[in-house]
């Protein structure tokens, strides 16, 4: 599966993000979708995952602040993001990993578990 991220962009603190990821089939009904992110010189750590059944989950350091949902419908991924800090700068990522699959805390290269996109980069000014 093809995974597209959208949405990316520069915010000031405070302000909020919706990121959109497309994949290129209906995949909602049998997979986890995760977002992720990477700072420079960091791992690609997990913000949030969607299972097939609807459930959420978000690390420690988002929860509250960031959302994700999906639209069957329009066949899309979303995470929304509020109350952005400079510390939420980093290229984000989605992916997709079969159920059953264990989601990792973190991703590491070469990202051979699941599929991702090519990430879209948020910037939070302070």
Known sequence: VQLVESGGGLVQAGGSLKLLCAPSGNIF???????????????????ATMRSNGMTYYVDSVL???????????????????????????R????????GTAV?????????SGSWGQGTQVTVSS
Not at 29 to 47: D, N
Not at 92 to 99: D, G, L, R, T, V
Not at 104 to 112: C, F, I, L, N, R
């Open 29 to 47: 009904g049998s997979v986890t979708m995760a977002w992720y992110r990477q700072a420079p010189g960091k791992e690609r750590e997990l913000v």
């Open 64 to 90: 509250g602040r960031f959302f994700i949902s999906r639209s069957i419908q329009k066949n899309a991924l979303y995470l929304e993001m509020t109350t952005l800090r400079p510390e939420d700068t980093a």
């Open 92 to 99: 984000y990522y989605c992916a997709a990993f079969s159920s």
């Open 104 to 112: 990792p805390q973190e991703a590491k290269a070469p990202y051979t």
